[in-house]
């Protein structure tokens, strides 16, 4: 038999067709009693019945939580199985905490470019409200060797001993680096420092944020990126008439007494989730749709923020010069930038660095700095300091919105950057 | 027929007390017509808490729209306060649920205040006594979203033996063709965890003492959580718009496993059942149509 070999197809465009999310809660509010799968589920639906998916065979569903139960293993196949799209969709989880919605998407773009699948959807959900409680971890341990024991004597030997009155107390997921001991915002808060970031620019950001939310719900631009749940048609964290002197007033809550940081200019704990529809142009053009804007190419980086010391929140700064040159692009090269707000202070200390000197050419290896962005670029219709930011949730609100900047455009390009736990950075181009 | 606006739910615990009176000789002399008039409840808002709970107990997932069969439990007070009254002709006590049928013209938003209707059906005999419908309108403002349909059974005086069961059962042979998709342990406890939800405090479903005072060896399960898992079961293969029909069968003796048959009806839809997994005894019978 003469040998033969086989042949992928060759690499295609993938577009993004559009979103859907149900409007961010914040936590312990109206979704309290919601689950990630309730949410997702919801969010879901509403991309189907928009795009008229109900009864598909999507190629591919994956998404994702990062506060999720053991039970929630399958939580996007279950999803799928509650959903509007076919039974046949099949999906998988991914987590990398508040890269999971945009790394999921890349996931699945990558796929439809390798010819493997022509549509997929990306999704991403987060509850603090309905987060999972752990048992006591010695008394998980206790007990999992009383299981290895195989008599009732044994299992008994091995547990009353050890028992203590204080192992009733449960496990509560927080917001910590596990390397570090210190949370999200305590490492923002040295990077703030560190880059000499001040309360003024940290409150004038998250102005903005409030500001453009606000006025794109006023103009009905949300319409077709939201579906109402559980009563609720806006995002509840959203201030619209917030003020730079009420900001001002606020207490920081992470740095000390000298901190700059404050809990309006730091995303609040919240719940929400969003989906959003990848295809080729054929596979829309088939159905009818019209693809928003072509989903170009992504990046993730990682830093060591353990011993070499690195931003916490800062590997975005590493992933977008790579990204650039790989597309043969500079910063200046985008009509949008759809920069995740986590903090204020990190979002300016990423724009900051790539403005540096120093930074750019030891750390990143360039022979200049890649420049500044002009910022009513910036997060135009609001970012996660307005929005909140149910950490799975955020990337697909991103994608889903720079599309619709995009196609609303006509022509243009936009960069987006989210920043996650760990030290990692997952940042994409979209194109028209 | 007139028309009773109430001001707010009836509430649960008198009602059980009349309930429970209308058992004694107490009640006096029953009417023998049924009375030609409706209660009616306005502007009921969603509470998201008691939906929630409803949802975990049911199996349905929480949307922005209400699982199809809630707005009957919303109901169950507007029927206990009909059931219960001096003019009905029955002890509310002792009547059997026999079909259950759900239209839904569309579906109903979560933050949609919904008012409902309930009125009873004439009488009507049946071939083991009397039967009669209770019929829940809901609407949203004027436009009706959806007919729930509960016909109930008084065993004893009245039967004829050829007497045409409301809308009919699947012949047993059907039921047990139909392929067995999943299994469910049904706790002891399912009786006092639905009515933790749905308010529906029948002592048939609480304890297996309570439920013995009535003639069933122990607690059974309650028909509209059987048929409200059954339909979060099935929650996204039917349209929005539809018609759900169950017959109870032999009643579901707690704690049992049972099985969910279904399969898809050729001019769509679906058929199902819930069966007994050991004997193979049909619990409810049920199909879903699209309209």
Sequence with gaps: ?432 | MSTTTLKSPPKSGPLYLKAALGMTPLAGKRSKEMPQRSVRLENIKTDPVKLSDYCRVTGFTMRDTLPPIYPNTLAFSLHMSLLTAGDFPFPAIGLVHVENTITQHRPIGVSEPVSLEVRATPIEPHPKGRQFTMITEVLVGDELVQVAESTYLRRGGGAQKDAPVKTGQRPPEKTKELPAIAEWKLPGDLGRRYAAVSGDRNPIHMHDLTAKAFGFPRAIAHGMWTKAHCLAALDNRRSDAFKVHVAFRKPILLPAKVELAAAEHDGGGLDFAVRNVRKGTPHLDGTIRPL
């Design chain 1, 1 to 432: 038999m003469a040998a033969k070999t086989a042949k992928a197809p060759a690499a295609r465009p993938v577009w993004v067709i559009g979103g859907n999310r149900i409007p961010f809660a914040r936590s312990n509010g109206p979704y309290s009693h919601a689950s990630n799968q309730d949410m997702l589920t919801a969010a879901v639906d509403g991309l189907a019945d928009r795009y008229g998916l109900a009864g598909e065979r999507v190629g591919d569903f994956a998404a994702g939580a990062v506060l999720k139960f053991a039970r929630e293993l399958n939580l996007s196949r279950e999803v799928v199985l509650g959903s509007k799209l076919a039974p046949e969709t099949p999906a998988f989880d991914v987590g990398q905490a508040c890269g999971t919605g945009l790394e999921a998407a890349i996931v699945m773009a990558n796929k439809i470019a390798l010819g493997q699948i022509d549509s997929a959807v990306a999704g991403g959900s987060d509850t603090t409200s309905d987060a999972p409680i752990e048992l006591n971890e010695d008394l998980r341990r206790i007990l999992m060797d009383a299981n290895r024991q195989k008599s009732l004597q044994g299992q008994l030997k091995t547990v009353l001993p050890r028992l203590r009155p204080w192992m009733v107390k449960p496990e509560i997921p927080v917001n910590q680096e596990a390397r570090t001991g210190l949370s999200m915002g305590a490492h923002t808060a040295i990077t703030a420092k560190e880059w000499g970031i001040t309360r003024e620019a940290q409150d004038e950001l998250t102005f903005n944020s409030h500001k453009n939310l606000a006025a794109a719900y006023e103009r009905g631009w949300q319409d077709d990126l939201i579906t109402p749940y559980l009563g609720v048609e806006v995002d509840g964290n959203m201030r619209a008439d917030t003020t730079i002197e009420k900001l001002a007033k606020l207490k920081p809550v992470f740095g000390g007494k000298e901190g700059t940081m404050t809990a309006a200019n730091s995303t609040p704990l919240s719940d929400g989730a969003s989906a959003v529809l990848l295809s080729t142009e054929e596979w829309a053009t088939e159905r009818g749709l019209t693809p928003r804007a072509r989903f170009v190419d992504a990046e993730t980086a990682a830093v060591d923020y353990i011993v070499k010391q690195e931003g916490l929140l800062l590997a975005p700064a590493y992933a977008v010069p790579r990204l650039l040159k790989r597309n043969n692009l500079a910063l200046q090269d985008f009509d949008f930038y759809e920069i995740h707000e986590a903090f204020a202070a990190q979002v300016l200390a990423t724009l900051k660095a790539w403005e540096d000197e120093a930074f750019c050419k030891q750390r990143l290896g360039l022979d200049e700095p890649l420049g500044s962005i002009d910022r009513s670029k910036l997060n135009v219709y609001g970012g996660s300091l307005a929005a909140a930011h149910p950490f799975a949730a955020t990337g697909g609100r991103i994608i889903a919105n720079l599309a619709k900047m995009l196609e609303e455009k006509g022509s243009g390009r936009g960069l987006i950057s989210i920043c996650a736990a760990g030290g990692q950075g997952v940042v994409a181009i979209l194109e028209r």
